[in-house]
């Protein structure tokens, strides 16, 4: 017969001290009482037999715990301490009145504990090693083999037939009890395994539900009909720029919140009026006083009579969505002034060159003098700065697709500064200071528009030191995220800083729009033109301005990681929406 034990490891971990106390204590009890009744009738070698036996319980038990605390199986001990008991009892049996003895009752105990811990089978088991030795010890004390111990009646105190009557009743009541104790048990162990089975499956539920709360990107914050915070995911903490979860929970809104008062107007106008809303567009101010777009809608959080317990409200960070329609306005723009650009400058080109043309031939012919030469130098020179208006028209307008290859940054600036050096436009009191951090550092670029960065930053910054100054470029590497979401990777920074004038902190905002300027004559095409090759190129272009330190523009691109063809892919597709 296979007995399994119940619920083993529970009463290793915490109750195996309680039940042996309970043992120790009801050992005490039966023992305790045989004593007496043998005390009552003399005889001083049947109570030192009972002192002993209370000994040995004691002694099992203590090793019995301890040994189940040094790592023995519990299921190999309990059979034997039942089988213990069992002979226990047998002993109390004899030194407390022998067949006549109220005692034998006491088997019913280790029945219940085998029931109880073996369940059926257990508590039958146990039932019959119990009726063995019961019927046993009768037979024996009826047949005169063994003589009862203790004072009092005796095994001779009843008739052959009560004693039998006895030990019938007795084996019965053993039985019924070990089958109901087990019954009780199994039924115990179901119920307790099915509530186990539910307690595990609303963990599961919410571990689930914690889960998706935990990691959906949008952000959730629900309240009670008090207008407190019961739940506030990571995505909320995070878009909001709030304290940890846990130190806002049971707080009211308007006190967590206190600087978002349109976030709180909205849950607090959805708790009065009990009214959801859907999606729609809210501005809050975040800490630090900036903007922070939100889309937001708002549910009520009812119960099951349908009465208000609360509301959810379920936002997003909108600050990308309107940078990237931004971006596509400024697309749009772009591709407007592109094409009125080119239209305009077909149109205006042709008679242009006639025009030049022709001026030139009269200057080479006349003979003038005085305000009238004047007048035909300002008609030319006017003339060619028309013409230069129109070829940035059309550079900016007509600004292709980079051809991707890798670029030597270092080596590109050299020979765009050997062309510069002997070019007219170089301004002689302008000195140039070039440091290269890093050699041979390589970017996945457009070799032409590349040089067309450097020389427009180049020409800008002599421009600015028209009364001379100190031009310095450095180049170096860092380890920077370029875009949205991505993880860092290494980058090549370009550092162009010169020592003129600072740019006013007004002018700052607009120097990479096209068309904008503050030069006499400038198109403000130059700037734009470098922004939108450096963002086409996923890089950054940043600029600072101040009297202290002068001017100083900085280029961000990723370095050359020599995967060709997804890097090739990855700059054609943000240069195409770009």
Same mark, same amino acid.
């Given at each position: 017969?296979?007995?399994?034990?119940?619920?083993?490891?529970?009463?290793?971990?915490?109750?195996?001290?309680?039940?042996?106390?309970?043992?120790?204590?009801?050992?005490?009890?039966?023992?305790?009482?045989?004593?007496?009744?043998?005390?009552?009738?003399?005889?001083?070698? =049947? *109570? @030192?037999?009972?002192?002993?036996?209370?000994? +040995? %319980?004691?002694? &099992?038990? $203590? /090793?019995?715990?301890?040994?189940?605390?040094?790592?023995?199986?519990?299921?190999?001990?309990?059979?034997?301490?039942?089988?213990?008991?069992?002979?226990?009892?047998?002993?109390?049996?004899?030194?407390?009145?022998?067949?006549?003895?109220?005692?034998?009752?006491?088997?019913?105990?280790?029945?219940?504990?085998?029931?109880?811990?073996?369940?059926?089978?257990?508590?039958?088991?146990?039932?019959?090693?119990? =009726? *063995? @030795?019961?019927?046993?010890?009768?037979?024996? +004390? %009826?047949?005169? &083999?063994? $003589? /009862?111990?203790?004072?009092?009646?005796?095994?001779?105190?009843?008739?052959?037939?009560?004693?039998?009557?006895?030990?019938?009743?007795?084996?019965?009541?053993?039985?019924?009890?070990?089958?109901?104790?087990?019954?009780?048990?199994?039924?115990?162990?179901?119920?307790?395994?099915?509530?186990?089975?539910?307690?595990?499956?609303?963990?599961?539920?919410?571990?689930?539900?914690?889960?998706?709360?935990?990691?959906?990107?949008?952000?959730?914050?629900?309240?009670?009909? +008090?207008?407190?915070?019961?739940?506030?995911?990571?995505?909320?903490?995070?878009?909001?720029?709030?304290?940890?979860?846990?130190?806002?929970?049971?707080?009211?809104?308007?006190?967590?919140?206190?600087?978002?008062?349109?976030?709180?107007?909205?849950?607090?106008?959805?708790?009065?009026?009990?009214?959801?809303?859907?999606?729609?567009?809210?501005?809050?101010?975040?800490?630090?006083?900036?903007?922070?777009?939100?889309?937001?809608?708002?549910?009520?959080?009812?119960?099951?009579?349908?009465?208000?317990?609360?509301?959810?409200?379920?936002?997003?960070?909108?600050?990308?969505?309107?940078?990237?329609?931004?971006?596509?306005?400024?697309?749009?723009?772009?591709?407007?002034?592109?094409?009125?650009?080119?239209?305009?400058?077909?149109?205006?080109?042709?008679?242009?060159?006639?025009?030049?043309?022709?001026?030139?031939?009269?200057?080479?012919?006349?003979?003038?003098?005085?305000?009238?030469?004047?007048?035909?130098?300002?008609?030319?020179?006017?003339?060619?700065?028309?013409?230069?208006?129109?070829?940035?028209?059309?550079?900016?307008?007509?600004?292709?697709?980079?051809?991707?290859?890798?670029?030597?940054?270092?080596?590109?600036?050299?020979?765009?500064?050997?062309?510069?050096?002997?070019?007219?436009?170089?301004?002689?009191?302008?000195?140039?200071?070039?440091?290269?951090?890093?050699?041979?550092?390589?970017?996945?670029?457009?070799?032409?528009?590349?040089?067309?960065?450097?020389?427009?930053?180049?020409?800008?910054?002599?421009?600015?030191?028209?009364?001379?100054?100190?031009?310095?470029?450095?180049?170096?590497?860092?380890?920077?995220?370029?875009?949205?979401?991505?993880?860092?990777?290494?980058?090549?920074?370009?550092?162009?800083?010169?020592?003129?004038?600072?740019?006013?902190?007004?002018?700052?905002?607009?120097?990479?729009?096209?068309?904008?300027?503050?030069?006499?004559?400038?198109?403000?095409?130059?700037?734009?033109?470098?922004?939108?090759?450096?963002?086409?190129?996923?890089?950054?272009?940043?600029?600072?301005?101040?009297?202290?330190?002068?001017?100083?523009?900085?280029?961000?691109?990723?370095?050359?990681?020599?995967?060709?063809?997804?890097?090739?892919?990855?700059?054609?597709?943000?240069?195409?929406?770009?």
């Amino acid at each position: 017969m296979r007995l399994l034990p119940r619920a083993v490891p529970v009463e290793v971990g915490g109750n195996l001290r309680k039940l042996t106390i309970l043992r120790l204590v009801g050992a005490t009890f039966v023992i305790g009482a045989a004593i007496v009744v043998r005390e009552t009738g003399g005889g001083e070698r =049947s *109570a @030192a037999v009972l002192y002993g036996l209370l000994a +040995a %319980i004691y002694a &099992v038990s $203590g /090793a019995v715990y301890f040994a189940v605390k040094a790592g023995a199986p519990l299921r190999t001990l309990i059979p034997f301490e039942i089988a213990f008991d069992c002979a226990a009892l047998t002993m109390t049996l004899h030194y407390s009145g022998g067949s006549a003895s109220q005692f034998g009752v006491l088997y019913v105990l280790p029945i219940l504990a085998g029931g109880v811990y073996f369940q059926v089978a257990g508590g039958i088991a146990t039932a019959l090693l119990a =009726s *063995a @030795a019961y019927i046993t010890y009768m037979i024996l +004390a %009826i047949g005169g &083999v063994v $003589g /009862a111990a203790g004072a009092g009646s005796g095994a001779g105190a009843e008739s052959p037939a009560e004693a039998i009557l006895r030990a019938c009743w007795s084996v019965a009541a053993f039985f019924v009890t070990g089958f109901l104790s087990g019954w009780l048990s199994t039924h115990v162990s179901r119920r307790g395994e099915e509530l186990a089975s539910k307690d595990r499956e609303l963990t599961r539920v919410k571990l689930h539900t914690d889960s998706i709360i935990t990691n959906v990107s949008s952000g959730l914050i629900v309240t009670n009909a +008090a207008g407190e915070i019961t739940t506030c995911n990571p995505a909320a903490v995070k878009i909001l720029g709030l304290m940890p979860s846990a130190e806002i929970k049971g707080k009211p809104v308007r006190d967590v919140l206190p600087h978002m008062s349109a976030l709180v107007d909205e849950l607090e106008k959805a708790l009065a009026t009990g009214i959801p809303r859907r999606r729609h567009e809210i501005e809050i101010r975040s800490r630090d006083g900036a903007a922070l777009p939100l889309g937001i809608s708002l549910s009520m959080l009812k119960g099951e009579n349908g009465e208000k317990r609360g509301v959810v409200a379920i936002f997003q960070d909108l600050t990308e969505v309107h940078r990237m329609r931004e971006k596509i306005r400024r697309a749009d723009k772009m591709a407007a002034i592109g094409e009125l650009s080119t239209a305009i400058a077909h149109e205006i080109r042709a008679p242009l060159a006639s025009i030049c043309g022709s001026i030139e031939m009269l200057s080479g012919e006349l003979e003038l003098s005085g305000d009238n030469r004047k007048l035909m130098e300002l008609v030319i020179k006017e003339s060619d700065r028309l013409d230069r208006i129109i070829t940035d028209f059309l550079e900016f307008a007509r600004l292709k697709p980079p051809s991707f290859e890798p670029v030597d940054v270092a080596r590109c600036l050299d020979e765009v500064l050997l062309l510069f050096r002997h070019s007219s436009d170089l301004n002689k009191n302008v000195s140039f200071d070039v440091a290269c951090d890093a050699p041979g550092a390589c970017i996945y670029a457009d070799d032409e528009q590349i040089r067309q960065v450097y020389l427009n930053l180049i020409m800008n910054a002599c421009e600015a030191m028209s009364d001379g100054g100190r031009f310095t470029i450095r180049i170096g590497t860092d380890t920077r995220s370029l875009r949205e979401n991505a993880s860092p990777e290494e980058c090549v920074v370009i550092d162009f800083g010169n020592t003129g004038p600072a740019i006013p902190e007004s002018v700052l905002p607009h120097i990479f729009e096209p068309f904008y300027s503050t030069k006499d004559g400038g198109t403000g095409l130059g700037l734009a033109i470098v922004a939108r090759i450096v963002e086409g190129h996923l890089g950054h272009l940043r600029v600072t301005s101040d009297e202290m330190s002068g001017t100083k523009f900085s280029i961000v691109l990723p370095a050359y990681s020599g995967a060709e063809t997804r890097h090739e892919e990855i700059l054609k597709e943000e240069f195409i929406s770009f």
